[in-house]
């Protein structure tokens, strides 16, 4: 099983509202990671999850709230979301940890959410 | 400077042609590269490693330049279906390991 999935495929969700994102992966990669991708740009990292502990959080705002319930499932919750956070979300997997040079990095992504905020 | 810049598009090619696009990185200290290839509205998919001096997969080959610190993906004989956008990824330095830098993209049309 070499996929990594992403439930829902798409969310439209008010300002007020919170919801969450999943992710699964089942090919024993320790790292997982979190990317938003706006229109025509490439994906900006968000978050880096190592065996299950988050090690890089790049300054993501709080209302965005990532979860790594163990080694395969990796959540991002999110509560008063304003409209510019609307963007496709991708989760990502990787064997190796962004940690040690010698690591195989590649990473594999998920189909993706895509999140409307009105 | 950015991080990591790739050559501006579209390139519009016809099918069968070559076609090259390059990717500078400014962190001399990078040590791991990628290309992915991205289709409109759908993830991004690893095409190809490149962690020495460079690796052939096909019709594809990638090449590494340390020295002048860039990395190109050849593309020969191309396909109507090697259409997208390519993304060159670079690992650069971060404390305590490193984190993953995507360009910009490169959008390749190829036309019959």
């Known amino acids: 099983d070499t996929e990594v999935t992403q439930t829902p495929k798409h969310l439209v969700m008010g300002m007020t509202n919170k919801k969450s994102l999943k992710c699964e992966q089942h090919?024993?990669?320790?790292?997982m990671y979190w990317y938003k991708q706006k229109a025509k740009k490439p994906p900006e990292l968000m978050f880096v999850?190592?065996?299950?502990?988050?090690?890089i959080n790049e300054s993501v705002p709080s209302r965005f709230s990532p979860e790594c319930p163990n080694s395969s499932l990796l959540n991002l919750h999110l509560h008063a979301l304003q409209p510019e956070d609307s963007a496709l979300y991708l989760c990502?997997?990787?064997?190796?940890?962004?940690?040690?040079?010698?690591?195989?990095?590649?990473?594999?992504f998920g189909p993706g959410t895509r999140l409307t905020v009105l | 400077r950015k991080e990591v810049e790739q050559d501006p598009g579209p390139f519009n090619v016809p099918e069968g042609a070559t076609v090259a696009f390059n990717c500078t990185y400014s962190?001399?200290?990078?040590?791991?590269f990628f290309w992915y290839r991205q289709d409109c509205r759908k993830e991004p998919k690893l095409l190809m490693s490149v962690y020495s001096s460079g690796n052939e997969d096909g019709r594809f080959t990638a090449q590494l330049n340390r020295a002048s610190q860039y990395i190109s993906l050849l593309i020969r004989d191309s396909k109507l279906s090697d259409s997208a956008t390519y993304l060159c990824?670079?690992?650069?330095?971060?404390?305590?390991?490193?984190?993953?830098?995507f360009g910009a993209g490169t959008r390749l049309f190829v036309k019959a």
């Open positions: 990824v670079v690992n650069i330095p971060d404390t305590g390991g490193f984190k993953t830098i």
């Open positions: 090919m024993g990669h320790r790292a």
């Open positions: 999850y190592s065996y299950e502990k988050l090690s």
């Open positions: 990502a997997s990787s064997q190796g940890l962004p940690f040690g040079w010698r690591e195989t990095n590649e990473q594999f």
């Open positions: 962190n001399s200290a990078s040590q791991s």
